[in-house]
Nanobody, 120 residues
Framework: QVQLVESGGGLVQPGGSLTLSCAASRSIFSFVFMGWYRQAPGNQRELVAT???????KLADSVKGRFTISGDDAKNTIYLQMNSLKPEDTAVYYC??????????????WGQGTQVTVSS
């Protein structure tokens, strides 16, 4: 079992910044990858950013240049630094960890989600 606890969501004005945190119950680099996803009302959950190992990261085109994903293995925590926030970034943000399984499909774990609202 893996526990993921997100924090850092809230209400912010357009153009503002927020940093989300996701604390895992084990080393963040023990996973196939970790990532942030988001889901706005009426929309499907979408990928925002992933981190694999200490230096390999990917960002969705919609957030490139504004968001940064990083990890601190000493704290078992990944972060999503969000700058220049737009109203369309409003969503529930979820942390995901993928656990490798030797003899079967990888297992996905999700956090409980944290609300980010961008509004004036």
């Amino acid at each position: 079992q893996v526990q993921l606890v997100e924090s850092g969501g809230g209400l912010v004005q357009p153009g503002g910044s927020l940093t989300l945190s996701c604390a895992a119950s084990r080393s963040i680099f023990s996973f196939v990858f970790m990532g942030w996803y988001r889901q706005a009302p009426g929309n499907q959950r979408e990928l925002v950013a992933t981190i694999t190992g200490p230096r390999t990261t990917k960002l969705a085109d919609s957030v490139k240049g504004r968001f940064t994903i990083s990890g601190d293995d000493a704290k078992n925590t990944i972060y999503l630094q969000m700058n220049s926030l737009k109203p369309e970034d409003t969503a529930v943000y979820y942390c995901k960890a993928v656990v490798p399984v030797l003899d079967g499909p990888d297992i996905n774990y999700w956090g409980q989600g944290t609300q980010v609202t961008v509004s004036s």
